[in-house]
């Protein structure tokens, strides 16, 4: 797609080539501003990379929606530059749309695992509080029992409980730490009664 402005924002010139990609006629081009035909959202970014490009910027680099002759719009990446001695910039564009699109899908998706993750971790966190707090108590109350008189069956039963109840905790924790593993954050224990946190990146 080529084109030819003039410094009074208007087309001077296009190609057949960008009004096959908008729809519009040459007449329709040329007998509106240029700034008409772009999304009003983009309006302001545009206008200022245009009064650059008036003042005498060598080159401008430039990606908005244009209105097509249907009523949709179209991403176009822009480039362009002047020639102040005429008062005209000359500017090559190419349809942008597709690559926009797909750029939008993957911030969406990423927003969605983002948000899926932190979802995980605040169930993983509420878990723990859940389980540890019943679980904690079962243990405690194993260790207390296991002082007593207990006949030989009793502590048979006691024993496995108690042993149930520490793998169920080391079972816990597992899955706690692939929790932290997984958000980026590792507590690794120096062996000296200290701990160091670790952000992944």
Request: proline share 2%.
């Amino acid at each position: 797609m080529i084109c030819t402005l003039g410094f009074d924002g208007r087309f001077k010139r296009v190609n057949p080539a960008f009004l096959r990609t908008l729809g519009h006629s040459v007449e329709t081009l040329l007998s509106r501003p240029m700034i008409d035909f772009i999304h009003e959202d983009d309006r302001k970014h545009t206008r200022e990379l245009f009064d650059r490009l008036c003042q005498g910027a060598s080159c401008v680099d430039c990606r908005n929606r244009c209105l097509c002759a249907d009523g949709t719009y179209k991403w176009l990446a822009w480039q362009a530059v002047p020639s102040v001695d005429s008062q005209v910039i000359c500017a090559v564009a190419r349809d942008d749309t597709e690559r926009k699109t797909l750029e939008d899908s993957l911030r969406h998706a990423k927003n969605i695992a983002e948000s899926a993750s932190e979802a995980k971790g605040q169930f993983l966190a509420n878990m723990s509080h859940e389980i540890r707090t019943p679980l904690n108590a079962v243990i405690g109350y194993s260790t207390l029992l296991l002082d007593t008189q207990l006949s030989a069956q009793q502590l048979d039963y006691l024993q496995a409980v108690r042993t149930a109840a520490d793998a169920l905790l080391g079972q816990l924790n597992a899955i706690l730490d692939l929790s932290k593993i997984e958000s980026g954050t590792v507590i690794v224990d120096a062996g000296y009664g200290e701990t160091f946190s670790h952000g992944l990146g």
